[in-house]
């Protein structure tokens, strides 16, 4: 019996170890991912290009009206905005990249303009606070509940309900567990 | 005369609630009751008064009495009676007013229902919620007065913003400030049972079915204000990050963290301290939220200094807060039980696994949510973090916390063996990743949404199982399916309530994952005649016409035939309107909706519009129905679970049953 119990602690440790690193590896792949699913993608250089709209509606989506408040370019119905578009679509004929606009924007009115805020700087620290965040939440969280599970002697003295079987009627197991409250 | 009447209303009853506060004081310390009903009757009367003063504002609305401020900014000679009563709230000081009034009713209701059974919690009750109302009621009296007159008269008013014209948005604040305001009572509750010193789960019990009734407008008025944005703001999506609707997200999240964790409390008399703190953080939330809706606090630092409300709700809360964590820290020991967890796979431990990854959202959503602000104050330029970041930063938080509630339910309390749960995750697990495979196989390669739809799948096969489960038990005693499915219903409405709900969430989890990774759109100029195509869709410009709408709007309406896999299917009318003393443009989508997608046609008023030409944007959101069903499907849930059940006869027939047991 006692064999047992030892089986489920450590198996529960390596569950709570595997979800850390679970979620760390989840953060990556989130973060990590689209960046490199970016890479490579528009190189055109030399001639003006014909740009669609749709082109220009990308980019102008995760671009924020400087004046306007939290309104994507490519929703903001003033004219200064459609000013701004217009802008996109020309710097895309003339071959720039999604990066130069971006940077256009960020150098002319600061990097609020930016849906994603630029990996560097003071700006940094939305990037850091979740990466770091999480995981020492992670590790705080393990510590705590791990503080918080009984010795195993104190397991059955506990409280003056006793711990159920593993109930077979599943039934009586909700009944009984509904009328604790 | 009738702005008088409003104003002296509302200061009546600031006085009303000040009197309260004291009375309840007075009559707790030299234990008198007389001063204690006193106190509560304070309280009721500013129910009264404050629907007089409501009433007065609006029959100032509706009189088209433009020497008020107020009326002068959110009313005009023509805009439609209905509108002049929803213009209530529709500007920052009416809405802080109706406010009021709604804290009034639940204060009312509250206060008329606890009377006889929380005796011993109604004394510092009253005391915590007369405080909550002074500040309200004196920023409503002094700051932010609803019949402030203006200098001079002018003829007419601005009339309401026309993007609170929608019915959507004509119902979604008030939802809202249900949600909010419902919250107030289980805090007040809370703070009276730590200064009275008792510590069981009286005030939770108490408070239990005001926590879900908050919690359920909350949601219902998330839900609404994403469906209002949809249908009205054009711009394809339905929740955008924004500080406002972050607001509203904060305490729906800590209030969810606090639903659940409540139970462990109920059930094993631990976490008392924890269930505390997230109330108060829940209360907190609810009036820091309202002071981001109303003051733009976040897109700009400066107008929380140009603003007197700025620095007073910040007050306010720094001294409910710290107010709250005074009883707390004082009454630790009674709130530490001593009760240990006995394993980590335990019902109890799944809760606290909820309450870590809602936490984390949480905080993360805060941080996010006020970046801005603290970019100005730290380096002098503002910040902003825009919706890519919540998704990639939450994502991942969102998709466990999904996993999770399929596993949850399995758990037991005390302890479930590690074997056990293994079992009862194994098929299902399997099951869901043979769906994935399908997926796959039909030619999805986004590896965040396969991830997001496995555990979708798992959870929504699980928790498809306890109902099944559940029904077969039943069943083993004789009764037929439906009943055995009805009666598994009606005995458990707490517990299988609370499954609904999770069936709603993973319904939304689909169509949120379908939107955000496979939404396709794209935008074209259109001459009568010319086609453009997304997806298995096809769309033809038939003609453009332009004509007055009622009020002042001038409608340009675009007649669109669209084709499904060359089919014709129906005829779509986007549109476009503005409002021509204002000059304010509205777009108004037209949506063919079916159950895998809809196709969502935006009239795009900045390029021009000729008789016989138009650009549109285009979008085709796979699986956003879902979002809407399972918003129905939670909304049923939350129903089910807080529906007030026959206590007393429940009781009865429990005590008769104990009694024949006696008696073998």
Same mark, same amino acid.
């Given at each position: 019996m ?17 979800m ?9 792949f989130m ?25 220009? +509606? ?8 400087? =004046? ?6 490519? =929703? ?30 960020? +150098? ?24 770091v ?13 791990? +503080? ?12 003056? =309900? ?5 109930? +077979? ?13 | ?20 506060? #004291? ?34 504002l ?13 009326? &002068?900014?959110?009313s ?39 009377w006889?059974?929380?005796k ?32 001079m ?109 409540v ?16 109330i ?16 733009? #606090? ?9 603003s ?18 005074? &009883? ?32 984390t959202?949480?905080?993360? #959503? ?24 919540y998704?990639?930063a ?52 986004? &590896? ?8 979708? $799948? ?25 009943? $055995? ?14 499954y ?59 007649t ?14 986007p ?17 063919r ?14 390029e ?43 009781v $009865? ?11 073998d």
């Amino acid at each position: 019996m006692t064999s047992g119990r030892f089986y489920v602690s450590r198996f529960t440790h390596h569950v709570l170890r595997f979800m850390l690193y679970a979620l760390i590896g989840l953060l990556f792949f989130m973060v990590a991912l689209p960046a490199i699913a970016q890479d490579g993608s528009e190189n055109n250089g030399g001639l003006k290009k014909v740009v669609t709209d749709d082109e220009v +509606n990308k980019i102008a989506r995760v671009v924020y009206c400087p =004046v306007c408040e939290s309104t994507p370019l490519d =929703v903001c119905q003033t004219q200064a905005c459609a000013d701004w578009r217009q802008i996109i679509r020309e710097m895309l004929e003339e071959g720039k990249t999604e990066q130069d606009v971006f940077d256009y924007f960020s +150098n002319l009115y600061g990097p609020k303009v930016l849906a994603e805020p630029p990996r560097e700087g003071f700006s940094l620290l939305v990037w850091i606070v979740p990466l770091v965040l999480i995981p020492v939440g992670v590790v705080f969280f393990s510590r705590y509940m791990r +503080n918080l599970r009984a010795d195993e002697a104190e397991v059955v003295t506990d409280t003056a =309900v006793p711990p159920p079987t593993p109930a +077979n009627d599943y039934l009586s197991q909700i009944e009984k567990e509904l009328e604790g409250k | 005369m009738i702005v008088d009447i409003g104003y002296i209303s509302l200061l009546l009853a600031f006085l009303a609630a000040i009197y309260s506060a #004291v009375a309840a004081w007075y009559g707790k310390s030299k234990n008198e009751e007389r001063w204690i009903e006193s106190a509560r009757n304070a309280t009721i009367a500013t129910l009264p008064l404050l629907l007089v003063s409501s009433a007065m504002l609006i029959a100032s609305i509706l009189r088209n009495d433009f020497s008020v401020e107020y009326v &002068w900014r959110v009313s005009s000679i023509e805009m439609p009676t209905y509108l002049k009563y929803t213009a209530l709230w529709g500007g920052q000081a009416g809405s802080l007013l109706f406010w009021n009034l709604v804290l009034a009713v639940f204060t009312a209701v509250a206060m008329a229902n606890k009377w006889r059974s929380q005796k011993d919690l109604i004394p510092n009750a009253l005391i915590v919620i007369s405080l909550t109302q002074i500040f309200f009621l004196g920023i409503s009296a002094f700051v932010e007065n609803p019949f402030a007159r203006m200098e001079m008269v002018p003829a007419n008013g601005n009339g309401l913003n026309p993007l609170l014209r929608h019915p959507g948005m004509i119902i979604h604040p008030p939802m809202l400030y249900l949600g909010y305001i419902g919250f107030i009572i289980p805090y007040t509750f809370a703070m009276a049972a730590l200064m009275a010193g008792k510590l069981d789960d009286g005030w939770i019990k108490a408070t239990r079915r005001w926590t879900l009734t908050a919690w359920l407008f909350l949601s219902l008025g998330l839900i609404l204000g994403g469906r209002w944005a949809y249908d009205v703001l054009g711009w394809g999506g339905y929740w955008g990050w924004d500080p406002v609707e972050n607001a509203s997200l904060m305490p729906w999240l800590s209030g969810t963290a606090f639903l659940h964790s409540v139970m462990i409390q109920e059930k094993r008399q631990m976490f008392k301290w924890w269930n505390m703190v997230l109330i108060v953080i829940t209360y907190s939330l609810v009036v820091w939220g309202t002071f981001i809706v109303r003051s733009g #606090v976040i897109s700009s630092v400066h107008s929380f200094a140009r603003s007197a409300i700025g620095p007073l709700f910040f007050g306010f809360v720094v001294i409910m807060l710290l107010f709250s964590a005074y &009883w707390i820290t004082k009454r630790r020991d009674q709130l530490a039980t001593g009760n240990k967890l006995n394993s980590l796979l335990s019902r109890e431990a799944a809760f606290l696994y909820n309450n870590f990854l809602i936490i984390t959202i949480l905080v993360i #959503v805060f941080f996010f949510t006020h970046y801005p602000m603290i970019s100005e104050l730290f380096i002098g330029e503002q910040g902003f973090v825009g919706p890519p970041v919540y998704e990639k930063a939450l994502a991942p938080l969102f998709t466990l916390l999904v996993i999770l509630m399929g596993i949850a339910p399995l758990t037991m309390w005390y302890r479930s063996s590690a074997k056990r749960l293994g079992i009862a995750m194994r098929w299902p697990a399997l099951a869901a990743l043979i769906i994935t495979i399908g997926l796959f196989a039909l030619g999805i390669r986004h &590896w965040g949404a396969l991830l997001g739809l496995w555990a979708t $799948a798992f959870a929504a096969i699980l928790t498809l199982l306890e109902f099944w489960k559940g029904t077969r038990a039943r069943m083993k005693k004789g009764e037929p399916v439906w009943t $055995a499915f009805s009666r598994l219903m009606a005995r458990n409405r707490r517990r299988y309530g609370g499954y609904w709900i999770h069936m709603g969430v993973l319904m939304m989890a689909l169509g949120i994952i379908g939107i955000e990774s496979f939404q396709q759109e794209t935008q074209l100029r259109l001459e009568t005649g010319e086609r453009l195509t997304l997806g298995r869709y096809e769309m033809e410009l038939k003609g453009m016409e332009r004509y007055p709408g009622p009020d002042d709007l001038l409608i340009t309406e675009a007649t669109i035939n669209v084709y499904e896999n060359g089919k014709f299917v129906r005829t779509l009318l986007p549109r476009t309107e503005l409002y021509t003393r204002t000059g304010q443009p509205m777009t108004i989508p037209s949506i063919r909706s079916t159950i895998a997608d809809d196709f969502y046609v935006i009239l795009v008023n900045w390029e021009p519009t000729t008789a016989t030409a138009a650009t549109f944007r285009v979008f085709l959101n796979p699986l956003v129905n879902w979002v809407w069903a399972g918003g129905f499907v939670f909304i049923l849930g939350t129903l089910i679970a807080a529906w007030p059940d026959k206590k007393k006869e429940t009781v $009865a027939s429990r005590a008769a049953q104990a009694a024949l047991g006696a008696a073998d």
